[in-house]
Nanobody
Framework: QVQLSESGGGLVQDGGSLRLSCAASGRIVSIGTMSWYRQAPGKQRELVASITDAGSTNYADSVKGRFTISRDNAKNTVYLQMDSLKPEDTAVYYC????????????????WGQGTQVTVSS
């Protein structure tokens, strides 16, 4: 059993900052690309940022220059530093990662966190 647990969401004013964390726990052999998604009310879930196990990053155009994704492989944790927040960043933020749980046979589980609410007030 693998769990992804997010923390760090909350209410912040326009222009403020928040740092999200997502820690994986349980039976873990390795973790692939770790990602943050978000879903605003009435909208589809969208990819915000991702980071490979080697540290290569990718960002949605809407957050480039404002958000920074990082990971600590020793702690099985991914972070999302969010600066210059805007009201349109308001959403539930989810972390996602493919987790290898066994090697023989190789079994990978696509894991999601429970989500953390980020609200940016104008």
């Amino acid at each position: 059993q693998v769990q992804l647990s997010e923390s760090g969401g909350g209410l912040v004013q326009d222009g403020g900052s928040l740092r999200l964390s997502c820690a994986a726990s349980g039976r873990i052999v390795s973790i692939g690309t770790m990602s943050w998604y978000r879903q605003a009310p009435g909208k589809q879930r969208e990819l915000v940022a991702s980071i490979t196990d080697a540290g290569s990053t990718n960002y949605a155009d809407s957050v480039k220059g404002r958000f920074t994704i990082s990971r600590d492989n020793a702690k099985n944790t991914v972070y999302l530093q969010m600066d210059s927040l805007k009201p349109e960043d308001t959403a539930v933020y989810y972390c996602n990662a493919p987790v290898v749980v066994t090697t023989l046979p190789r079994l990978t589980k696509d894991c999601w966190g429970q989500g953390t609410q980020v609200t940016v007030s104008s």
